[in-house]
């Protein structure tokens, strides 16, 4: 192969990458933005008195396209995500939520089933499976990241599945919206035959958060990464799990103990945000089994369950 070919065989090559990496970013970003907080993808069917049916979705596709040398072009389109959401009001203040998710093989798991008593906005009672508190990407959702994968840092709550678990959160809105909370319990960690919570003990977790600027409309105790220039936000939240026995074997179990710290800030550019937006988020995370040593050398038992 003469220079002249290696030299365009390579520039084809950056030029496919480039590629990639734009239509890969367009795809995420249409998708994000479909899905920001004020955005309604899902059809309400009013059925009269209050009562309601929604249903809605959301997924995410990717398209790469690279050229390796000496390897054939390879292209691929991959849906990475598709969720189904449905919903049901019987009156304003009783309602319930079916989520489901498709899995590789045409398989359906569910990811939400709560019943969902909210009196008023400063108590509402949820019970079933659903997202755990925790960290704010693991609150975010696929859909309302400001990137396209998680972090690889965070995330780390168990859950049965993608992040949730089933039991019971109480969560409210306060100081004109500007104060959140929720708390719950749920059947925790390590449930199964010679893991280490054979007592069946419950996994305690709650997330308390500060809107310092204007509040987040995100809906409950979701949060998202970004509101595209919509506000201006400041929100640091602190989050706490425990759960007895909820590291480890039947042999060898500890407590499980996790706390993080995150924060939001975007600050609009010039008018109304015109000019753009300054987007800053951070967190710290720790989680500490209480236990031997062997636990942190073998990694034995340790929750590790983005969503």
Not at 23 to 33: E, H, L, N, R, W
Not at 72 to 96: E, P, T, W
Not at 172 to 187: E, P, Q, S
Not at 251 to 256: F, I, L
Request: glycine share 10%; net charge positive.
């Amino acid at each position: 192969m003469s220079v002249y070919e290696k030299k365009k065989r390579r520039i084809y090559s950056c030029l496919d990458q480039a590629m990639a990496c734009m239509v890969t970013g367009a795809v995420v970003c249409g998708v994000t933005i479909a899905a920001a907080p004020k955005a309604h993808a899902n059809a309400v069917i009013s059925l009269g008195n209050d009562r309601s049916f929604s249903i809605g979705f959301g997924a995410r596709a990717s398209y790469q396209s690279h050229n390796i040398s000496n390897a054939r072009d390879s292209n691929s389109v991959s849906l990475d995500n598709f969720r189904l959401y449905m919903g049901a009001q019987l009156n304003k203040h009783i309602k319930a939520t079916v989520n489901v998710e498709r899995l590789a093989g045409n398989n359906w798991n569910l990811l939400d089933g709560i019943f969902q008593f909210e009196p008023s906005s400063a108590i509402n009672i949820w019970v079933g499976r659903m997202l755990t508190p925790s960290d704010r990407s693991n609150l975010d959702g696929p859909y309302y990241l400001n990137s396209y994968l998680y972090p690889g840092v965070v995330a780390q709550y168990p859950g049965v599945w993608s992040g949730r678990d089933d039991g019971i959160n109480i969560w409210g809105r306060l100081a004109h919206n500007h104060f959140r909370y929720v708390a719950g319990i749920f059947r925790g960690h390590n449930r199964y035959d010679n893991a280490s919570n054979g007592g069946n003990h419950p996994l305690f977790a709650a997330r308390a958060e500060y809107n310092f600027l204007d509040p987040e409309d995100s809906p409950a105790y979701y949060t998202a990464s970004t509101y595209y220039g919509q506000h201006d936000i400041l929100a640091i939240a602190l989050v706490g799990q425990y759960q007895v026995d909820g590291v480890g074997t039947a042999q060898n179990r500890g407590d499980y103990k996790a706390w993080n710290v995150d924060g939001l800030f975007e600050k609009r550019i010039g008018k109304d945000g015109k000019s753009g937006t300054y987007s800053l988020k951070a967190h710290i995370i720790s989680i500490i089994p209480t236990a031997c040593k062997t636990l942190h050398q073998a990694g034995t038992g340790l929750p590790m369950m983005p969503m």
